[in-house]
């Protein structure tokens, strides 16, 4: 969990026939079906641009649906968001094995699973020679523009990083 982020845990429960376990809000709608092999299918948006374009189609399905406008803004750091937690799983995680995103009332909920148990770390963008170090901007973002930060380790293995953006 972020530092920025310092809610107690929900509870965490199964969700029946996946192996996954969930934390908080009930389960949002896969974009695809598990796999066994814990590798993306066809329909799971496993590059950070697939990411974004999910969001983006689901954010303008709701705004559509319920005749409201989506701030830009709060859409360009939900779109951030689903990259970066998309590009971590990917460089740090393994890559990803499953993608959720939700919107509800007040935000956009991402959720990106991947093969690793290991948290994300934040790391001083400046080496102990005073180079500034490559990457490690991420991680940050995604706890600087989302409202809720949830990680959930996975019964198969690996972990769920749930986020919220609020949509104002």
């Known amino acids: 969990m972020c530092r920025e982020h310092r809610t107690p845990?929900?509870?965490e429960s199964s969700v029946p026939g996946t192996g996954r376990v969930t934390s908080g809000s009930p389960p949002?709608?896969?974009l695809r079906e598990p796999s066994t092999a814990g590798c993306c299918r066809p329909h799971c948006p496993c590059k950070p641009a697939e990411a974004r374009r999910a969001v983006e189609q689901a954010v303008a399905d709701r705004c559509r649906a319920t005749g409201t406008s989506c701030d830009?803004?709060?859409v360009a750091d939900a779109l951030l968001v689903a990259s970066e937690l998309t590009t971590n799983a990917i460089?740090?995680?393994?890559?990803?094995?499953?993608f959720r995103?939700?919107?509800?009332?007040?935000?956009?909920?991402?959720s990106v699973s991947d093969r690793s148990d290991a948290f994300p770390v934040t790391e001083e963008p400046v080496d102990p020679h005073g180079r500034w170090r490559v990457g490690g901007r991420g991680w940050p973002i995604v706890c600087r523009l989302a409202r809720d930060v949830r990680i959930t380790g996975l019964a198969s293995g690996g972990k769920?990083?749930?986020a919220v953006v609020p949509l104002s």
């Open 160 to 162: 769920c990083i749930t």
């Open 28 to 30: 949002s709608t896969p």
């Open 91 to 98: 460089l740090h995680g393994g890559g990803v094995t499953d």
């Open 72 to 74: 830009r803004e709060s």
């Open 101 to 110: 995103v939700d919107v509800e009332e007040p935000g956009v909920r991402v």
């Open 9 to 11: 845990s929900a509870p």
